[in-house]
């Protein structure tokens, strides 16, 4: 048994094919003048026949596996034909190089340059061009690969690696699943594969010399497990295994436009927490039509100016615009233990209890004031909530509040077109918030629990922490008695209270947390349709 | 030769989906067409200028042109540069 990383899920049982590729040699020989003009040529019968092939190739993972992976392939092409790229080939080629060399020099610096840049995306651009550059040279040098769409019954497949245009001509139905020596679950090889689900596992170094062609293997793509030569009591226990997983994925996705209704009838509203813009599709894949928590950090992270209201505005809008619904806009929750260059933050020795979330917003109040005009102003695409984080005293609220009011003044002052639903409500995550929640409830139109903070603030225990974080309990009664006490004074109140925290993505605490009366769930996409499963499967 | 400057709104900057926009724009005009971030300037129908520029959200960008689609050709990019593009 050999142990990998699984980047995706599954299992695959078939024989492995070994896919490895030549080393292409290129020589660094000059050329006489007058081969010049002969080897230009070449360079551009190359070019035309590789564009040819990875046309061929995306219109196939198009049909088979759809277009975003087809972009991948598209990007190469537009290496290709790039007029700097090919200028600079030329170039060489013209000072008397050979056109392979040629092509391995540009195609190097070029993969050099992207991987200096300082953003992960574009360092992975760097696979890409050489993947480009390979198939140019192969053509040059008459070494054409075989293509893995040539194959003829299921296999695994064992390589070392693969690249962009390999893994773009994979198809479920010939592999059935992947072993690399190298790879991460963000490799592209990962990425692909999950979209595609063929089980796969990465990191199992030298598989490629100690593994017979032709041999039988069981991949497992959760565990990263790759059992060689399994008997017949091993692959039964794996079939089994396989079975299970394929129903559990099957009743999963007829989940997704279900209803999410208690058995005795009981409607509840669940949502999905989002962090980014790329969460918006990953949230409407799992059936979410509500977003109970929007998270506005990422536009003020990793960046050395303020975001300008016009960008916050045009981010806002993206997601109002896909779930009309309703939206939950939490303002900049940020503290001391982030760097912000922007912003003048003295150094604190407790981050977590210090000058953040709304206690920051209320000191900035240029930065608050223009983040409350964009999330107004997309209220007019859909319904809208507000949502002030870390609230523990009165002040903050009403301050808050007060500001919000003044924005939004202003705003038909200046003629903005503005919505009708514009709900404003506040985090309950402090123990003094939780605990005076009957004299809050009279002045928001919601609560929403963030219990991750709740919890560590109640217990005094930071979860993270390994030798105290067994104090982390969700479930203890000072959590429960909190919930209840916030419950009451929401329901007392006529306003409705959601949780926004980890427990809401909980299956195990579904119940517990509706019996107490939770009018709402939102929960990090992945935990949607289990938790949803859930609901279906309970009486309250 | 026309000159526009723009701000890049899309959060993410311009990265690779973003670039391929660019330069399948830029391409379609009969004009020499260059972008300028910071202190580089690049030829806005070649995608690996394009993409090294690593523009990131709140910069601003230079566009110019010039040849027969010169004006078309910055009005059309600065549309394209100031929104964000859908993910």
């Not at chain 1, 300008?308 to 900049?332: G, M, N, S």
């Not at chain 2, 202190?39 to 520029?53: F, H, N, Q, R, Y």
Request: aromatic share 4%; proline share 3%; with cysteine.
């Amino acid at each position: 048994m050999l142990q990998g990383i699984g980047v995706s899920s599954g299992l695959g049982i078939a024989r492995v094919v070994i896919f490895q590729k030549g080393t292409l040699k290129v020589s660094a020989g000059k050329l006489a003048a007058h081969e010049i003009e002969a080897e230009i040529n070449k360079f551009e019968q190359a070019q035309a026949e590789a564009k040819k092939d990875l046309l061929k190739i995306k219109e196939q993972v198009s049909l088979t596996v759809g277009k975003e992976k087809a972009d991948i392939i598209e990007a190469q092409i537009m290496f290709l034909d790039d007029p700097t790229v090919v200028a600079e080939i030329n170039n060489f080629i013209k000072s008397g190089h050979n056109a392979p060399y040629a092509v391995n020099q540009v195609v190097e610096a070029q993969a050099c340059i992207f991987e200096s840049l300082p953003i992960p995306e574009m360092q992975e651009r760097a696979v890409d061009m050489r993947d480009m550059g390979r198939r140019l040279m192969s053509i040059l040098l008459g070494q054409k690969e075989i293509s893995l769409s040539e194959l003829t019954e299921k296999a695994v497949l064992v390589a070392h690696d693969l690249t962009p245009s390999d893994t773009a001509q994979l198809s479920k139905d010939k592999i059935v699943g992947i072993v690399t020596e190298v790879g991460s679950r963000t490799s592209h090889t990962a990425i692909l594969a999950r979209s595609l689900g063929i089980p796969t596992v990465v990191g199992v170094s030298g598989i490629t010399k100690t593994i017979r062609h032709g041999v039988l293997v069981a991949v497992d793509g959760i565990t990263g497990e790759v059992f060689v030569n399994p008997d017949e009591t091993m692959l039964n226990n794996l079939k089994q295994k396989m079975e299970d997983f394929a129903s559990e994925q099957q009743q999963l996705e007829g989940l997704v436009s279900q209803e999410a209704v208690t058995v005795n009838g009981i409607s509840i509203r669940l949502a999905a927490n989002i962090g980014k813009l790329n969460d918006i599709i990953d949230a409407k894949k799992v059936g979410a039509r509500e977003i109970g928590l929007f998270r506005t950090e990422f536009l003020y992270m990793d960046r050395s100016t303020l975001p300008t209201e016009e960008e916050q505005y045009q981010a806002y809008k993206q997601v109002v615009e896909a779930f009309p619904d309703r939206v939950i806009i939490r303002t900049l929750d940020i503290g001391g233990d982030k760097e912000l260059p922007y912003l003048k933050q003295d150094k604190e020795l407790n981050p977590f209890l210090g000058k953040r979330a709304i206690r920051l917003t209320l000191a900035e109040k240029d930065l608050f004031k223009a983040q409350l005009r964009a999330i107004l102003r997309v209220s007019r695409y859909g319904n809208i909530g507000i949502m002030f984080p870390m609230i523990s005293v009165m002040e903050e609220l009403q301050a808050s509040k007060k500001l919000l009011e003044e924005a939004k003044n202003k705003l038909i002052a200046e003629g903005v077109v503005l919505g009708n639903t514009v709900e404003v409500g506040m985090m309950i995550e402090t123990p003094a918030a939780a605990l005076t929640a009957d004299l809050f409830s009279k002045e928001v139109d919601f609560f929403s629990i963030g219990t991750n903070d709740l919890i560590q603030y109640t217990m005094a225990a930071d979860r993270i922490n390994e030798q105290v974080a067994y104090l982390y309990q969700p479930t203890h009664p000072a959590i429960t008695r909190m919930l209840e006490n916030v419950v009451k004074a929401a329901h007392e109140a006529g306003i409705w209270v959601g949780i926004c925290g980890e427990m809401a993505g909980n299956p195990e605490l579904t119940e517990h947390l509706l019996k107490i009366g939770i009018d709402e769930l939102s929960m990090t996409r992945g935990a949607l349709l289990k938790v949803k499963q859930k609901i279906r499967e309970i009486t309250l | 030769m026309i000159k526009q400057v723009v701000t890049i709104t899309n959060p993410t900057g311009i990265h690779a989906r973003p670039a391929a926009y660019i330069v399948k724009l830029a391409s379609q005009f009969d004009a020499t067409i260059r972008l300028a971030v910071r202190d580089k300037e690049v030829d806005a129908k070649s995608i690996v200028s394009v993409m090294t520029l690593a523009a990131q959200a709140g910069e601003e960008v230079y566009v110019s042109a010039e040849g027969n689609q010169a004006e078309a050709a910055v009005h059309a990019l600065v549309d394209l540069l100031s929104k964000p593009f859908a993910e």
